[in-house]
């Protein structure tokens, strides 16, 4: 009897386990994803249902050249028959596995498909899976993997963050760090001769792009722990997103609420301890405003002006009443600048002066990829937004006043 030993590395468990009908995979290079995509047709061949199953890439040829031989490694022992001319793998139980390439759509067209791969659909066009592959998983209510290398801001990266809000849909993203099979010397070796955003997008599966003309994200200065002897203040800002309890149709950038958490000491270089960022409710925006300023302590709180700072009005009280902890909320606007000067003005001469500095966080990827989109309609801006409120009610107390030699007061009692 045939036998079919398929290993799993632990990303590519997690996935396989997900029970969401659609899965979007951004994944890095080398991080695994030939593999899984290979696991999954074999294991949907087998389950006994009837229906075609399909792995697609961006032509006949590299689906060819990714996926025929990694059929064939894994699963020789109950492969049937094939066919190279039609990329065809047909196995024990009579079930096919059939190759196809985005550039060739009317191959794929009349068929009822159980399960489909979509390999490196950032590179493919949208109206591929949309037009011709969704009406095809209908009527066998098929399961789909869409995995890919991001490109940019496209329509997989709508896909993905579609993901993130749709029923039945999932979104990962895996580096190729993940793949412990890939030595880390490798990965680093690569990080120090590679521009920042092509490691970001190619090693990191980043939807980075290649820079912004206003940051340069590669000269960003960043620590571990903030000198502390500095003499200065802490502030918390906010930029809240509007909050919805139900949302329909495509959501294609949803924006995330942020909380950004600065030390400025009275030099006036920021010092950016934390950047809380998340699409929540009101209720759970109100307590981590709350918490953040138990925590920190700052000097100023401010949050912007606008219904959604509003609803959060009522859940602050709330909490401040229930533990007797009251703090004083200014509110923050764009004092009727475009908000792309307005971010300019704020952080741009402070980033080429050196004169902003990010504690190290998993929060640095997500700040970085706004800073190097910016400014894009394609791309959200919510915590740069929020780090820019700081300029607005910072203190910098000036340590070097020069004083006249000469100064002598006209008063001696009143000293002036």
């Not at 981590?288 to 700052?298: E, S």
């Not at 700072?309 to 509110?331: E, S």
């Not at 910016?374 to 780090?387: G, N, R």
């Amino acid at each position: 009897m045939a036998k079919l030993d398929i290993e799993l590395i632990p990303w590519q468990e997690e996935v396989m386990k997900d029970p969401s009908r659609f899965k979007v995979i951004a994944a890095g290079r080398r991080c695994g994803k030939s593999h899984i995509a290979a696991v999954s047709l074999i294991l949907s061949a087998l389950d006994g249902r009837g229906g075609d199953i399909f792995y697609v890439g961006p032509t006949q040829a590299q689906a060819r050249d990714v996926m025929w031989n990694k059929l064939f490694e894994w699963a020789n022992e109950i492969i049937e028959s094939s066919n190279i001319n039609n990329l065809e793998i047909k196995l024990v139980n009579g079930a096919s596995i059939k190759l196809k390439g985005a550039d060739r759509p009317d191959t794929m067209r009349g068929v009822s498909l159980k399960h489909l791969v979509m390999d490196e659909a950032a590179f493919m066009k949208a109206d591929i899976f949309e037009t011709i592959l969704r009406p095809a998983l209908s009527d066998k209510k098929g399961t789909a993997i869409f995995i890919s290398t991001p490109e940019g801001r496209n329509n997989f990266y709508d896909m993905y963050i579609n993901a993130q809000t749709w029923d039945d849909w999932g979104a990962w993203t895996f580096t190729t760090y993940d793949n412990p099979f890939i030595d880390k010397s490798e990965i680093e070796h690569a990080k120090s001769t590679l521009p920042g955003w092509a490691f970001r997008q190619e090693y990191a599966a980043s939807f980075d792009s290649k820079g912004s003309e206003y940051f340069d994200a590669e000269s960003f200065e960043y620590y571990d722990e903030r000198p502390k002897h500095l003499p200065g203040d802490y502030y918390i800002t906010a930029d809240l997103a509007g909050f919805e309890t139900e949302r329909a149709g495509k959501t294609k950038r949803r924006d995330n609420s942020a909380i950004a958490v600065v030390f400025v000491d009275d030099t006036g270089t920021w010092w950016v301890e934390d950047v809380l960022y998340g699409r929540w409710g009101s209720q759970e925006t109100a307590q981590k405003i709350f918490d953040a300023v138990a925590q920190w302590r700052p000097l100023k709180i401010g949050i912007e002006k606008g219904i959604a700072q509003q609803a959060v009005h009522d859940p602050l009280q709330d909490a401040m009443r229930r533990t007797h902890r009251v703090f004083r909320i200014d509110l923050l606007s764009h004092g009727n600048t475009k908000k792309q000067d307005r971010i300019l003005w704020a952080l741009q001469g402070r980033l080429e002066h050196g004169k902003i500095k990010f504690k190290k966080g998993d929060w640095n990827i997500k700040i970085v990829d706004e800073f190097s989109a910016f400014p894009s309609q394609l791309v959200t801006d919510d915590l740069i937004d929020a780090l820019a409120y700081i300029d607005q009610f910072q203190i910098v107390y000036e340590t070097d006043i020069e004083l006249q030699d000469d100064y002598k007061p006209i008063d001696m009692i009143a000293g002036y």
